[in-house]
């Protein structure tokens, strides 16, 4: 077999810096390609969370002046990681977010910025760094889609490409008076380049160029060929179908592991299942609920964003209120989002708990301890914590779209009867869908042995990275040949 060698160009890695699911895909990708002899180095900027993070680093590029600064590429191993760091304190030595200012707007400049990290990742692409010259580049979202711009733009043999959308609602867009600033050459701003309804399309242009374009699920690859879903691009999805597929996420199995995770008040198993009784208590102690083990708990983990479908949850406040059940949710984004959540728990305290921030100790715990968990999103291209919860034994009830559709069995008659349902599905995407899932749900939580059942079969379902780091791999291994 041979061995492959790919760039992955990326805004965020877990555990270094974290605003989503790509940060934890980014993070687990190449310890999950090793056994298939892929060797994945990660390019990511250099936030101060990444510099600090560096114990030893190697320049292997520099520039007097980069994008309006100077800047090198320092390559590093951090926490299992190999990285490339773009050292380029003009771009990215900056506090908090890596997208959003200290005024809650996106930085000015992040054209500019994320311009510059393709640029720089073009250039490993194109053998600048001796030491690793990679068959494959790999941009995921937005952020790193020009890389296959420059890379089309640069003239001489380039590696295979191929691009990952996380997320298409973010797409980076641009106005074209930048081109020249971004260092593309104007014959690049053509419909079957750059341009992107007379601006410049970072996504556009990857989905344009790439050799192969991936999604993070079968369903959302599907969705984002209609209009409802491609929010603009699902024409070119549609013409370039032939080369689009749908890889659903894993999760990391030793990070999210019940038997022996430590974050949590009891370890537990599928066959010990009595034990995780401890941890739904040490939850609704947690949220100052009343600890009642009978009541029906269910947990969400998420950002708080339109997304995400959250608004409906709060629809249904009454009815949990009503019918004795109880709500824990953490997160954090939007304001109000926030305020209504923190506004429902104290005026329900035994039966609603809102923790507003970002607390990994405590997703774990809601994972442990819940009966279930919504996930009742918009869209959602994967989902992660789904697959959290299928593996803590907490029953995801979800929306059906994207990779929510594709990662559990729903519990329908038929599928309940034969023993084969892991959550709940609900669609349209209403409060009262959700409602009435919830409450599908709820009815089956008082047939104990048919709910234990739902809990181990979710707990035996493989949401490693197992079978989708073999498809990564054949993939790459597809366009390492096609390299020209
Ligand atoms: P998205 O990337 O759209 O936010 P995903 O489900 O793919 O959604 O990934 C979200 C990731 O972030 C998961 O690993 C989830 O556990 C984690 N997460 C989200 N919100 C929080 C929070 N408030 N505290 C801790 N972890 C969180
Ligand atoms: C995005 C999506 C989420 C997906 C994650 C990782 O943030 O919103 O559904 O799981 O990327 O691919």
Known sequence: MQHIRVLAVASEVYPLVKTGG??????????ALEQQDIEIRTIVPGYPAVLAALTAAEEVRLWDRFYGGRARILAATVAGLDLFVLDAPHLFDRPGNPYVGPNGRDWPDNGIRFAALARAAADIGRGDVAAF??????AHDWQAGLTHAFLQHGGCPRPGTVTTIHNIAFQGRFPRAMLSEIGLPPESFRV???EYYGDIGYLKAALQFADRITTVSPTYALEIQSAEAGMGLEGLL??????LSGIINGIDTAVWNPADDPRIAAN???DKLAARAANKRALQTR???SVTPKAFLMGVVSRLAWQKGLDLVLDNVPMIARDNMQLVLLGSGEQDLQERFVAASLADPDRIGTAIG???????LIQAGADALLVPSRFEPCGLTQLCALRYGAVPIVSRVGGLADTLVDANEMAVATGVATGFQFAPVTSDALARSILRARALFQDTPAWQKMQTNGM????????PAARYAALYREVADIRR
């Open 22 to 31: 790509l940060a934890d895909v980014i993070g687990a990708l190449p310890g």
């Open 133 to 138: 010259v990679p068959h494959v580049v790999h």
């Open 192 to 194: 079957d380049g750059v």
């Open 238 to 243: 549609r013409a370039r179908a032939d080369v």
């Open 268 to 270: 537990y198993t599928a």
């Open 287 to 289: 949220f100052d609920l």
């Open 358 to 364: 970002y607390d990994e100790d405590l997703a774990h």
């Open 460 to 467: 035996a379902t493989d949401v490693s990275w197992r079978l």
